[in-house]
T-cell receptor
Framework: EAGVAQSPRYKIIEKRQSVAFWCNPI?????LYWYQQILGQGPKLLIQ????????DSQLPKDRFSAERLKGVDSTLKIQPAKLEDSAVYLC???????????FGPGTRLTVL | GQNIDQPTEMTATEGAIVQINCTYQ??????LFWYQQHAGEAPTFLSY????GLEEKGRFSSFLSRSKGYSYLLLKELQMKDSASYLC??????????????FGTGTLLAVQP
């Protein structure tokens, strides 16, 4: 069974630039999550999709972050413009059952200079 | 709201047993996950408890007491490769078929020879 795929694995940008991350969940998984993990902290939920609808985006900084999941499969997370404090690993996870996220992708490590 | 408390760091000796405790307060609680995260890698699923009691899976066991808002992860016969961060993550039910997974900051376990 293929796992959760993410790209790119690493990204370095300057502040005020834009960046986009892509996630392909495990086939058939209806729930998709984007987490932000700052070094030394646990993952923080940014947004949760159920199929192509948003379930929770209460911690998404909507002035600069956006996410979509067209057709209920792949998802993209965008930051525009980036700030220094956005430097983190962005993790995508998917779940096919009633219980929470079980399968994480390898993450995208973002460095904002 | 949600509040998760677990020790920041622990040290143990190879071959020993270690218990990592987690206390939580969350509304709509419907289960608790434990994840393992090695440095620079994505979290990997270890266990899921929804009922009170002990769930054993090889060298790892997880315990849950819903009435006390308490869980622990027990690691036996410690190996050097068990050095990692262990994340406690209560799951919260939204309504319908959706759940929200919230992570603690994690406990960094160092296994020494």
């Amino acid at each position: 069974e293929a796992g959760v795929a993410q790209s790119p694995r690493y990204k370095i940008i300057e502040k005020r630039q834009s960046v986009a991350f892509w996630c392909n969940p495990i086939s058939g998984h209806a729930t998709l999550y984007w987490y932000q993990q700052i070094l030394g902290q646990g993952p923080k939920l940014l947004i949760q999709f159920q199929n192509n609808g948003v379930v929770d985006d209460s911690q998404l900084p909507k002035d600069r972050f956006s996410a979509e999941r067209l057709k209920g499969v792949d998802s993209t997370l965008k930051i525009q413009p980036a700030k220094l404090e956005d430097s983190a690993v962005y993790l995508c996870a998917s779940s096919g059952g009633l219980a929470g996220a079980k399968f994480f992708g390898p993450g995208t490590r973002l460095t904002v200079l | 709201g949600q509040n998760i408390d677990q020790p920041t760091e622990m040290t143990a000796t190879e071959g020993a047993i270690v218990q990592i405790n987690c206390t939580y307060q969350t509304s709509g609680f419907n289960g608790l996950f434990w994840y393992q995260q090695h440095a620079g890698e994505a979290p990997t699923f270890l266990s899921y408890n929804v009922l009170d009691g002990l769930e054993e899976k090889g060298r790892f066991s997880s315990f849950l007491s819903r009435s006390k808002g308490y869980s622990y992860l027990l690691l036996k016969e410690l190996q050097m490769k068990d050095s990692a961060s262990y994340l406690c993550a209560p799951s919260r039910h939204y309504g319908g078929a959706t759940n929200k997974l919230i992570f603690g900051t994690g406990t960094l376990l160092a296994v020494q020879p």
